[in-house]
């Protein structure tokens, strides 16, 4: 099978540097991005994965605020954090950047200005929530309420975390401050807004050339990006009255562009933070000499982005837009991967509840390898879906470790010893194995990751079954060279499952790799010959079972 190669961006969604990266996190964005960017390399693809830390958020600010910091000190310890956890956590990043960085903040400005001049932003005041015991302007985190359409009480003035309603200044019912917790008003205040109705015909052309394709990943997403341009998309507000922030490029506007008390304000993170898309792959070019219009402006190029559902608007819509007003030339999104939230016992995530579990704390118990391995089955990709002790050690055990863990432990004691180079397998299993393994390749290609795991476990039940029906234990002591036989066959299985493991499980791949001295590179052009050349020989005294059994504690279960 040939593949063409391609360069490939995965862009991965940016977390807000306020607090510790949970479970969810993983589950939701980083494993998968993670997942596809191995499995593009494993293709032969030519792949940058790009990310970073969110720095300009409020959610950065409101942090500060709480714990009298400076909010750099903030960005600067959680950032360290993440660095280290996401290397622990073993994802193959290219460039984990960060927003306050010299670079982005210079196309942050640059796109600002090119849209200015375009007349797609424009100068106009706007009713923003005031707190007058504070005497300050108040970001949209800053501010609580009622949500009007769900009625959720303690949705923020922009969105609604509850019911992903985006929300206009004024929409919230009984607004509050956050930092004084006194009710607060609508207040005059002079912006920049970005007319996103000049956008609509472009983005429904957008959208329509996408539906085919985003319907092979996840059909919801076409049809709630869908949802949101035929409610009509209004002006929206790109600054807001803020001292932390990129900052707007006075020195670059004629003095009719600029807005009363511009020094005060920032680009808000909303408009700003997917930028980072474009300048991190722009900064690791320039750090490597390579050019970034090799995935920027190049039509053969694939895009692909990893986030959570409650970003789905500003990647779907907004994003392609300033993309498309800023340089046509750019190359808009072609794939959206998006999932929905993992929970925690049945409730979304909440580290000012408590409901939390950091990834650490059940990897460094359990073994990475099988919590990525496990995630991944229970992948949130088309509905929520909840993390539970009990399911994590019931599918551990019965699952990863008792059919996938079991059958090659199981086949490499047996095939121990013996030589079986020379001894012919059985071409009905090769080939079934091959198949599987082109399977596993076409839902990789299309984002389908709790399908590709549990072909995973399909191909090792396709060996146990084999296994179990030639019973080459007996036949050892009946008939050795039809034993011989079964072995060799059960090891072409056990190759397949080295290659096809590589992308979710890298550690135990290369592990795998080493006791049957074969490690591929790159995906074979044809599955049946590289498997036919594969597993014929295993290293001696080298082989252990690739996870240890995992036994809850009475007070996690």
Request: hydrophobic share 40%; net charge negative; glycine share 6%.
């Amino acid at each position: 099978m040939k593949t063409d190669k391609k360069k490939i961006l995965v862009a991965v969604a940016w977390p807000y540097v306020n607090g510790d990266i949970h479970l969810g996190h993983l589950a939701g964005y980083l494993l998968p991005a993670d997942i596809f960017a191995r499995a593009g390399r494993l293709f032969g693809h030519d792949v940058l994965m790009v990310s970073g830390s969110d720095c300009f958020g409020t959610p950065v600010a409101l942090e500060a605020d709480k714990r009298g910091a400076a909010p750099a000190e903030i960005v600067e310890e959680y950032h360290q954090k993440n660095v280290q956890l996401f290397k622990d956590l073993n994802l193959s990043f290219d460039l984990y950047t960060k927003t306050d960085t010299p670079i982005h903040k210079k196309v942050v400005q640059d796109l600002f200005v090119d849209l200015l001049n375009k007349e797609i932003i424009y100068k106009d005041t706007d009713q923003q929530y005031y707190d007058a015991e504070a005497d300050r302007f108040l970001p949209d985190r800053y501010v609580e309420g009622r949500c009007p359409r769900c009625h959720f009480d303690g949705a923020r003035s922009d969105q609604c975390d509850n019911c992903d309603s985006l929300l206009a200044q004024g929409e919230l019912i009984n607004p509050r401050s956050k930092l004084s917790g006194e009710a607060v008003a609508l207040k005059e205040s002079e912006h920049y807004f970005f007319a996103w109705q000049k956008l609509a015909d472009f983005l429904r052309q957008y959208l329509d050339d996408k539906q085919e394709t985003w319907h092979k990943i996840r059909p919801w997403i076409f049809h709630e990006a869908d949802k949101w341009l035929q409610a009509g998309l209004r002006p929206r507000a790109i600054t807001r009255d803020l001292d932390w922030g990129v900052e707007i490029p006075g020195d670059r506007l004629e003095v009719n562009q600029l807005i009363k008390d511009w020094q005060k304000k920032r680009i808000y993170v909303w408009f700003e933070a997917v930028v980072g898309y474009l300048s991190a792959s722009q900064q690791f070019c320039a750090e490597h000499n390579l050019n970034y219009e090799d995935w920027w402006k190049n039509k053969e190029a694939r895009h692909y982005y990893f986030m959570g559902k409650d970003n789905l608007v500003f990647h779907a819509l907004f994003w392609p837009g300033q993309l498309h007003a800023y340089d046509e030339a750019l190359h808009l999104p072609d794939v959206l991967s998006i999932n929905q939230f993992l929970t925690l016992g049945g409730q979304g995530f909440s580290k000012s509840r408590g409901i939390t579990l950091a990834p650490r704390d059940i990897t460094d118990k359990f073994g990475l390898d099988i919590v990525r391995f496990y995630l991944a089955l229970i992948a949130p990709e088309n509905s929520d879906s909840d993390f539970t002790w009990a399911d994590f050690a019931a599918k551990a055990n019965n699952l990863i470790i008792a059919n996938l863990g079991n059958f090659i432990f199981r086949t490499l004691k047996l095939a121990e010893g013996l030589a079986l180079q020379k001894i012919a397998p059985d071409t009905k299993i090769v080939q079934s194995a091959a198949d599987y393994l082109k399977q596993v390749k076409s839902e990789l290609e299309l984002c389908h990751f709790k399908k590709y795991a549990e072909l995973l476990l399909e191909l090792s039940s396709l060996g146990n079954k084999y296994l179990s029906e030639q019973t080459p234990w007996t036949l050892k002591k009946t008939d050795p060279a039809k034993a011989n036989e079964v072995l060799a066959t059960a090891l072409k299985i056990v190759a397949a499952l080295a290659l096809a493991i590589k992308p979710l499980i890298p550690d135990t791949a290369d592990k795998l790799a080493k006791m049957i001295n074969w490690d591929l590179s790159v995906w074979p052009e044809d599955e049946v010959a590289a498997l036919e050349q594969a597993g014929k020989e295993i290293k001696l005294g080298e082989l252990a079972p690739l996870f240890a059994r995992v036994d809850l504690e009475s007070d996690e279960s």
